[in-house]
């Protein structure tokens, strides 16, 4: 994304992903955000991240590719339904391994981690990094299907894991973990590392050092203040859980919601941290507590790896000792290098240097497709990620937040023609419109969107106010019209306009592809009499930098809304719960009261509050799928982002690398590293 995984967001509780493969067949929720079966063609913090991530992929990412198969039909496979039950090994292709046991595999990334502390990133990358030595209860395949990894199952109303209350208001939660868990140093692994977790999230949410997604776990109720102290706003009687009781022997959890939460499934799959090694941590020490250097060997680890060292070249991994969920890990060691370019990351796997590469978008897939085949190969798989515009809608001063205004910015870009510009080798199949990719199951399909129509884009512009500063040239600059002659106004000298439009656009740095799209998007917008600036900035340090980490100044800062138009990609999990709650209500706007908000453009409309409301209170599928189907609507009727193109994932693999399996969502490429095998 320029993912964002979102903050922190979606990030990372909107399905922490896991590295393993599962060979039960789980029983899938009937209840909840379960997908139904439904037609939709599947398939995504932004990388530049939102684990739902964007990324830059923010977990909103940064990855730029259009969803699709690798012919570019982004209506392929997988269906998304998590309500159906894994088939088994995520990787299995009913062939047995070439690979054998031993052996080294690389990974490669060109973004690197500022951090390796789940809950104060929301990059992508932080994620997959993570993905090797970090379990949770359950994960998304590469199905798109849900199956338990800690968890013995995943919770449904058929198991009795999800019971809502006789008057429908509230629901109990059970959650129950494997048996004979260990953290790699050898402690006990069980549910009250779960609970711990839980009000860790809630002491460091009070805490006010930017834990991105701590609010994602210990999440408020709606009517919230949230102009009073953080102490005071996650008050017990604040938050959505009431009580977690874990069980004698600590395998089990029962977690009581004082209200019905869409969210549940994604929160069940919070990133879990050893009680034993965080209860002696300061919250003002948190955000540094699992750092990209010297002490992050120290942590222990719940997933098949265990990271021995990292630093910004990249991270080593070895085997988790402790690792019984399933058969794995088979490989000796694994090791994540980061690159400072894109181009240098494809020239390492052309070379043979590296087993593993993504983060790229289908115009890259042409760079990958000339690998040697005796080195390796390259795909394109679907994916649920979408490139997208975000719009500052507080920036009152140049009309952006009127809805009129912002969808004449959508009128007036020709996505048709940016897809060809950027792939031009890949058929135009879909046109973006929302913010649900094909194959999730809650999109809905009928939505409508603004339509390429530069000519409704200037009438539009010039009823709200914004006419051109000379009436008979479409394309000269617009301006405020306070004295509502029609013409933009002037100053005393007769030239200059006292209040012009130009807008500041923004974008990840490093990313060719991203930077011919906003040149793109200036030529869409100079022809309807909108110039723009353009900037690019770090992911990590300053674009999707948390409050705590940024100032008023920050430049490109998109929690701090130091930008008009900022570009980067979703990539999302399972669930849309908790995720579309946080990036649109009017509650979720960041600000120094609210330094965990996740609302970076700032959205605020009653309607999409009523939506969001109402779909963030059921957990029955069916109301969930009509309500989300009113916010997509809403999301295309108001515009606070412009779904530019859904995007489909290129990967380059060596042919070392046996057990890779594609997954759709924010659960990343190395979601079953524990089956992965090394071919000499």
């Known amino acids: 994304m320029s993912l964002r995984t979102r903050r922190g967001l979606m990030i990372l509780a909107s399905l922490l992903l896991v590295a393993v493969s599962c060979t039960s067949t789980p029983a899938a929720p009937t209840t909840g955000p379960t997908a139904p079966t439904t037609s939709a063609a599947p398939t995504g913090a932004g990388t530049d991240a939102p684990s739902d991530a964007p990324s830059d992929a923010p ?63 929301n990059i992508f990358v932080t994620s997959k990094a993570l993905s090797p030595s970090m379990a949770g209860l359950i994960t998304v395949d590469s199905e798109g299907e849900y199956l338990p990894v800690l968890a013995t199952e995943v919770p449904s ?47 460091n949410a009070i805490s006010g050092a930017g834990c991105l997604g701590c609010g994602a776990v210990a999440v408020l109720l709606p009517e919230t203040d949230l102009t009073l102290p953080l102490e005071e706003q996650y008050a017990l009687e604040n938050q959505y859980v009431q009580s977690i009781e874990v069980s004698d022997d600590g395998l089990e959890a029962v977690v009581t919601w004082q209200r019905k939460y869409a969210g549940w499934l994604g929160w069940a799959s919070l990133a879990i941290l050893p009680e034993h090694y965080f209860e002696s941590i300061p919250p003002e020490d948190s955000p540094t507590s699992m750092p990209v250097g010297p002490g992050i060997e120290n942590v222990p680890w719940s997933g098949p790896f265990v990271i021995t060292s990292a630093s910004s070249e990249g991270i080593d991994y070895a085997p988790n000792p402790n690792w019984t969920v399933d058969d794995g890990p088979f490989l000796e060691g694994l090791r994540y290098r980061f690159f400072g370019s894109k181009d240098g990351m494809i020239t390492a796997f052309l070379n043979g240097e590296v087993d593993l590469i993504d983060n790229m978008t289908t115009a890259d897939l042409a760079a990958i497709n000339v690998v040697d085949p005796a080195v390796g190969r390259a795909e394109s798989n679907p994916a649920w990620q979408y490139e997208h515009l975000d719009i500052n809608n507080s920036r009152t001063e140049l009309g952006l937040d009127n809805p ?11 996505k048709e023609d940016l897809w060809t510009v950027l792939f031009p080798e890949t058929p135009y199949d879909l046109e973006a419109c929302t913010n649900a990719p094909p194959g999730t ?10 339509e390429y129509n530069p000519e409704e884009a200037a009438a539009l512009l010039d009823a709200a106010g914004w006419p051109n500063s000379d009436p008979a040239d479409v394309t000269s600059q617009r301006g405020k019209d306070d004295d509502g002659d029609g013409v933009a106004d002037v100053g005393e000298d007769g030239l200059t306009l006292v209040t ?9 740095s490093g990313n060719p592809t991203r930077l011919t799209t906003l040149g793109k998007v200036n030529e869409y917008l100079l022809a309807v009499g909108i110039p723009t600036n353009i900037a690019t900035a770090d992911a990590g340090s300053q674009y999707f930098a948390g409050w705590a980490d940024t100032t008023p100044e920050t430049p490109c800062s998109i929690y701090r809304g130091n930008y008009d138009i900022a570009l980067f990609t979703y990539i999302l999990g399972g669930d849309p719960g908790g995720l579309y709650y946080a990036l649109y209500h009017t509650s979720q706007i960041p600000s120094d009261e609210n330094p965990n ?38 999301y295309a009727d108001l515009a606070p982002e412009i779904a530019l193109y859904y995007r489909a994932e290129p990967k380059g693999i060596s042919v070392h690398l046996d057990g890779f399996a594609a997954n759709p969502s924010s659960a990343g490429p190395l979601w079953n590293v524990s089956q992965w095998r090394y071919i000499p």
Not at 175 to 180: D, P
Not at 404 to 414: K, L, P
Not at 500 to 508: A, K, Q, S, V
Not at 601 to 608: A, E, L, N, V, Y
């Open 59 to 121: 977990s909103g990412d940064p990855s730029d590719a259009p969803s699709g198969d690798p012919s570019g039909d982004p209506s392929g496979d997988p269906s998304g339904d998590p309500s159906t039950a894994p088939s088994g090994d995520p990787g299995a292709s009913g062939s047995p391994p070439a690979g054998g046991e031993g052996g080294t595999l690389i990974a490669g990334e060109w973004q690197t981690p500022i951090t390796l502390q789940p809950y104060f990133s």
């Open 157 to 203: 109303t058929d198991n009795g894991g999800l019971v809502v209350s006789d008057d429908g208001e509230s629901f109990t939660l059970t959650l129950r973990m494997k048996e004979g868990l260990l953290w790699s140093d050898g402690e006990v692994l069980d549910m009250n590392d779960f609970k711990f977790t839980y009000d860790w999230t809630v002491e």
């Open 404 to 414: 009129d205004v912002r969808r004449a910015i959508h009128h007036a870009i020709n």
């Open 441 to 450: 199951w809650w999109r809905a399909e009928d939505v409508t969107c603004p």
């Open 500 to 508: 012009p439009m130009r807008l500041n656009m923004c974008t990840t």
């Open 597 to 634: 908000g996740s609302n970076d453009t700032r959205m605020s409309d009653p309607d999409m509050d009523a939506a969001l409301e109402a779909f963030q209170g059921e957990v029955e599928t069916d109301i969930l799928l009509e309500a989300a189907a009113t916010i997509q609507q809403l």
